[in-house]
C-alpha cells in the first residue's frame, strides 16, 4: 500500500496515495454520468422521450456511479486481491445502463452509441487489450439483443433499417476500438519493458560508480562517502570512527613472479577473507592497487587494533594454493582514530604514515598512529 500523504481535499478522495487516483477517477465518471442524465432530461423535455422510461435509467447511471465511488472512498475495494479500481464492474454497469438508455432513448438514440463507446475507450487505458476485447464483445453482444428485441418484438418498434446502419457502425467502431486497445498494450508492455531496462541500467550505473570490479569492494569514492556520513550521523559521541589503510607486503613480487593473473586472484582472496573478518557495520573498500581502506564507526584505536589483529590471524589461515603452491600473503596496517569532519583527511594521513612505519619495520603487522591533538580553545 502507498504511504499516506498530506493533500487537500482528503475528506473527499482520502489519504492514502492509490486510493486518492482510484476515487478521482470514480469521482470524473460519476460527473460524466450526471452530465449524461442532464442530456437524456433535456430530450424528455424536447419531447423525444417519456419521462417515465427516463428517470429509471438515469437513477440506475447515477445510483451506480454513487455507489463505486462510496465503496473505493470507504476502502472496501481493498479487499480484493486485484482489480481494485472496480474498473470491469463498472464497465459492465455503464455498458448496461447504455443499453438500457438506447431501448428507450426513440428517435435520439444514436447518440448513444457514443456513450458506449465512451465506456470502452476509457477501459483502454486501464486493463489489458484481452480484456478489452471481451468488453468489446460484450457491449456488440448486447446492443445487438436489444436492437432485435425492438426491432421484432416490441410494442413500439424501431425501423430495422435504421437498426441496421446502427449496428453497422457499432461493429466498425467496436473493431476500431479493440485494434487501437491491441496497439496500446504493445505499447505500454514495451515502454514497461524500457522502465524496466533503464532501473536494471540505472543499477549498474550505481554499482560501477561506487563498487571496485575485480574484488566487488566499494570504492575509493564511496569509501570516503561512507565515512563522511558516518561523521555526519555521529555527531560529537566518542569514540567518532577509526579508519585503517592496508597494504599487501610484496605485492609486486607476486605479480612478477606468477604474472598479474595471479595478483588479481590475491586481491579477490583477500577481499573474501577480510569481508569474514570485519564486523558488521565496518566498511572495506580498495583504496587503489594493493591497498584497502576500512572504516569502522564508533571504534576506538584499540578496538581497530584489535580487528587487525583478527584479520591478520585470519589471514594467515587463508590457503593460496589453487594461486601459486606454498603462497603465503600478508599485510601491514596503519590506524587512526578521526575525531570530527575536520580531521578526516588527517586521519586517513596518519593512518598512511603508520602503515609506512609497519612496512620499514618489518611489515605483517599494524602500527597505531598517534592520537590527534584535542581542538584548541580559544577563551573569549
Known amino acids: 500500500m ?23 477517477q470514480a469521482l470524473m465518471v460519476l460527473g460524466v454520468y450526471l452530465a449524461y442524465a442532464v442530456v437524456q432530461q433535456f430530450e424528455v423535455w424536447l419531447g423525444l422521450m417519456d419521462a417515465a422510461d427516463s428517470w429509471p435509467v438515469m437513477v440506475f447511471f447515477v445510483g451506480g456511479g454513487c455507489t463505486f465511488y462510496g465503496v473505493i472512498r470507504l476502502g472496501w475495494n481493498l479487499r480484493l486481491p486485484r482489480g481494485r479500481a472496480l474498473t470491469v464492474p463498472q464497465a459492465v454497469w455503464a455498458m448496461t445502463a447504455a443499453v438500457w438508455s438506447y431501448s428507450v432513448t426513440g428517435p435520439a438514440r444514436g447518440a448513444i452509441l457514443l456513450v458506449l463507446m465512451n465506456v470502452i475507450v476509457f477501459c483502454i487505458f486501464a486493463l489489458r487489450p484481452q480484456h478489452v476485447r471481451q468488453l468489446c464483445l460484450a457491449a456488440f453482444g448486447m446492443l445487438l439483443l436489444v436492437m432485435a428485441w425492438k426491432t421484432l418484438a416490441s410494442a413500439t418498434p424501431y ?25 496500446i498494450g504493445r505499447m505500454r508492455e514495451r515502454l514497461e519493458g524500457q522502465r524496466t531496462e533503464l532501473a536494471q541500467a540505472l543499477q549498474r550505473i550505481q554499482a560501477l560508480a561506487t563498487c571496485d570490479e575485480l574484488t566487488g569492494l566499494t570504492n575509493r569514492r564511496a569509501g570516503m562517502e561512507r565515512m563522511q556520513q558516518e561523521l555526519a550521523v555521529r555527531g560529537r559521541s566518542a569514540p567518532l570512527m577509526s579508519v585503517a589503510l592496508i597494504d599487501l607486503d610484496h605485492f609486486k613480487r607476486i605479480n612478477d613472479s606468477h604474472g598479474h593473473a595471479a595478483g588479481d586472484a590475491v586481491l579477490r582472496g583477500f577481499a573474501e577473507c577480510a569481508r569474514a573478518a570485519v564486523r558488521v557495520g ?7 592497487g594493493e591497498e ?30 589453487a594461486i601459486a603452491p606454498e603462497l603465503s600473503v600478508s599485510f601491514s596496517a596503519g590506524v587512526a582514530e578521526c575525531v570530527g569532519p575536520g580531521d578526516l583527511e588527517a586521519a586517513i594521513e596518519r593512518a598512511d604514515a603508520a602503515m609506512y612505519e609497519a612496512k620499514n619495520s618489518g611489515r605483517d603487522h599494524a602500527v597505531a598512529a598517534a592520537a590527534p591533538h584535542p581542538p584548541r580553545v580559544v577563551a573569549a
Open 159 to 183: 425501423d430495422p433499417r435504421i437498426e441496421g446502419v446502427h449496428l453497422a457502425f457499432a461493429a466498425l467502431t467496436i473493431a476500431s476500438v479493440s485494434l487501437l486497445s491491441d496497439r
Open 2 to 24: 502507498s504511504e499516506p500523504v498530506s493533500e487537500p481535499h482528503a475528506w473527499l478522495l482520502g489519504h492514502e496515495r492509490g486510493q486518492r487516483r482510484r476515487a478521482s
Open 282 to 288: 565496518d566498511t572495506l573498500s580498495r583504496w587503489g
Open 292 to 321: 584497502f581502506l576500512l572504516v569502522m564507526p564508533a571504534t576506538s584505536t584499540a578496538e581497530a587494533m584489535a580487528t587487525m589483529a583478527r584479520l591478520r590471524q585470519r589471514l594467515q589461515q587463508q590457503r593460496f594454493d
